[in-house]
């Protein structure tokens, strides 16, 4: 079975205020994207690696991540899209014909763990495909446009979407060649798939797979570097 990650690291980080694109920011003098790539490419599971990049970005990423910090499993660097769902494609359409397993996980997202790629991987081997997700624990409210209160779920079957999201290869092709034709876009691959009558499982994620998007997110991702240190030297 071959597995392949398909790693986002084409947004444009507005809202980060930063001179830097937010993948690129340092954690103690690291890339995000390069703790990102380390959990994949540690992971024994994992047999490849595509980057997408913002187009002009690609070669800073090449030299810069991927080359000064020798990931091996990086196939190739594939410039992504105007929209999320246009760089997941784009990433798809470059995927290895023997592939069985896509993996598509945020490169802002530096603290997935090893057990939680080996859980969904594994599961989606057996299940349509597969979403890292945690429990809301607070009340949602529902509201129209007015801002008026239309309804309060039952948070108890309600979950927060995380990444990785994991698919059989051709379960996805066929959910992104739907979307295309429909006209329908989404912001995560789940809702593609689900679109079609696929069912998709979760595997509880954790507080720590952050994704870094604003300043707060980086904060809070020097803490938790820094704890996951502490408990590393016990």
């Known amino acids: 079975m071959k597995v392949t990650a398909i790693i986002l690291a084409a947004g444009k980080g507005k809202r980060m205020l930063h001179s830097l694109p937010k993948h690129f920011i340092r954690l103690e003098n690291k890339p995000v994207l390069a703790y990102t790539l380390d959990a ?11 980057i997408v990049s913002r187009s002009g970005e690609e070669e800073y990423c090449l030299k ?3 080359e000064m910090y020798g990931y091996k499993k990086v196939l190739k660097i594939v ?51 597969v979403v ?16 008026t209160i239309r309804s309060t779920p039952d948070r108890s079957s309600l979950w927060y979407a995380q990444t990785p999201q994991v698919f059989k290869k051709r379960i996805l092709e066929e959910a992104f060649i739907m979307a295309y034709g429909d006209r ?5 691959e789940s809702s593609l798939v689900e679109r079609l009558g696929y069912k998709v499982k979760i595997v509880e994620g954790s507080p720590d797979n952050i994704k870094i998007t604003t300043k ?18 016990k």
Do not use: W
Not at 89 to 107: Q, R, S
Not at 216 to 233: G, H
């Open 40 to 50: 994949f490419e540690k992971c024994p599971d994992v047999n490849q690696v595509l």
């Open 64 to 66: 810069e991540v991927v």
């Open 79 to 129: 410039i992504g899209g105007e929209r999320r769902q246009d760089s997941v494609y784009n990433g798809i359409k470059e995927l290895d014909e023997d592939t069985d397993i896509v993996i598509v996980h945020d490169g802002v997202r530096p603290f997935v763990s090893q057990k939680i790629l080996s859980e969904t991987i594994k599961l989606a081997m057996f299940a349509d495909g």
């Open 132 to 147: 890292t997700a945690v429990p809301v624990k607070d009340t949602i409210k529902e509201a129209g446009d007015d801002k």
């Open 184 to 188: 329908v876009s989404v912001t995560d």
């Open 216 to 233: 707060e997110d980086l904060l809070l991702a020097e803490l938790i570097l820094r704890m996951q240190k502490k408990k590393s030297m």
